[in-house]
């Protein structure tokens, strides 16, 4: 097309291509719109300063029309002839000038909730809401040195696994002030900031502990102190291995009783079938559904499945004298019995949907413990042969 006079009709008009395109206005020298693949278009204007092209966004076009794009590129246009400020230059200090509160909340918006499930959506903001952002208050992207992340990463040394991730939701927000013309390139301020060790807990129910929480978790159900829902929940955590989101968000869509199957369409390692035993699919059965209600923990809310399970798991654990015990722990206990029973580790691992096999090798010292057991009773005999 020829250069005509950008207007709302020309610009709509532009089709995308593969790559994106500019379109400058045939009466206004700079100004122009820039078409994306996606079909976006954005109004820019196009200028040389001290031997360089620079471009400056105005805005996309719908928000913002071609006569009030127009009248901006005419107003930075002629800063530009007139020797005035530069607006590139004036853009990048704008963007240097942004405060750890303004880049946080561009984090969650154009990358955490674009980019992340849910559950690392709700990691992530909890780390900038209640970590990074009262720790640096408004001091600026662009000030923050090792120095900073070293104390912040310090502050919380106590909990080192919490330290960590808010090491590295604090690196990853650097990485993108740099993307976003925040910070100079490579001037990530963690990555001179050595994460704590961390020691990875391997603690499991024994048979009596088992026992123990069976009663508990009976007598809670009887007397009606906790949901019958939450009640489930535990159970089914335990006698699926599943993590804590894969139950607490299941739906009945995903249920295939007579299979004796979950299809889960999403976890933390992508879509995924649980396999059911037939305790399970018992449990399942005597479950209700609830009418309009598509979860099978349901919540206090229509529509809802239950969101706190970790108080009424506070108070479960204590009546089962088990103060120590994670909702996490059931999982590890269920593929702790696995290996006991003489299950190999690949299929412990098919069963707990792990994509690597270092994740289910934690696990692999637990297989020892029949041979040992054998070793004591073979020598036992022995010892007992020789007097």
């Given at each position: ?247 607490q968000r299941l739906k009945w869509s995903y249920v295939d009783l007579g299979a004796s199957r979950i299809r889960l369409p999403d976890s933390k390692t992508g879509a995924k079938t649980v396999y059911l035993g037939a305790a399970v699919v018992k449990l399942l059965r005597k479950l209700p559904e609830v009418d309009g209600n598509p979860y099978v923990i349901v919540g206090k809310l229509p529509n809802t499945h239950l969101t706190d399970l970790q108080h009424p798991w506070r108070r479960i654990r204590a009546s089962a004298d088990l103060d120590d015990v994670r909702i996490h722990d059931l999982r590890h206990t269920f593929a702790s019995d696995g290996v006991l029973a003489g299950e190999g580790l690949p299929m412990i691992g098919k069963l707990l949907g792990h994509t690597q096999v270092q ?29």
């Open positions: 097309m020829g250069r005509e006079n950008l207007t709302k009709r020309i610009v709509d008009r532009l089709e995308p291509r593969q790559k994106d395109y500019i379109v400058f206005d045939g009466d206004l020298p700079g100004f122009g719109v820039r078409v994306m693949p996606s079909g976006k278009r954005f109004y820019l204007i196009q200028y040389r300063r001290h031997g360089r092209t620079r471009r400056v966004m105005i805005g996309p076009h719908g928000p913002v029309t071609a006569e009030i794009a127009r009248r901006e590129a005419n107003r930075m246009l002629g800063a530009v002839r007139g020797g005035g400020d530069d607006p590139a230059t004036l853009r990048d200090m704008e963007r240097q000038a942004a405060t750890i509160p303004e880049l946080g909340a561009r984090f969650l918006k154009e990358h955490v909730e674009v980019r992340c499930k849910p559950s690392t959506q709700y990691e992530y903001r909890r780390a900038v809401e209640l970590f990074i952002n009262p720790f640096f208050g408004k001091q600026r992207v662009r000030t923050v040195t090792s120095a900073d992340a070293a104390e912040l990463h310090g502050k919380y040394a106590h909990t080192p696994y919490q330290s960590n991730r808010v090491l590295g939701v604090l690196s990853k927000m650097m990485n993108l002030a740099e993307v976003w013309g925040m910070r100079d390139r490579r001037t990530n301020p963690c990555d001179d900031v050595r994460p704590f060790p961390e020691r990875k807990r391997e603690r499991f129910l024994s048979p009596g502990e088992i026992e123990r929480l069976g009663a508990a978790l009976n007598a809670a159900e009887r007397s009606g102190a906790e949901s019958r829902f939450a009640v489930a929940a535990f159970r089914l955590l335990l006698l699926t291995g599943c993590r804590l989101g894969e139950i994740t289910t090798a934690r696990y692999a010292h637990l297989a020892d413990s029949p041979v040992k057991d054998a070793a004591t009773r073979i020598a036992g005999r022995l010892a007992a042969a020789l007097g």
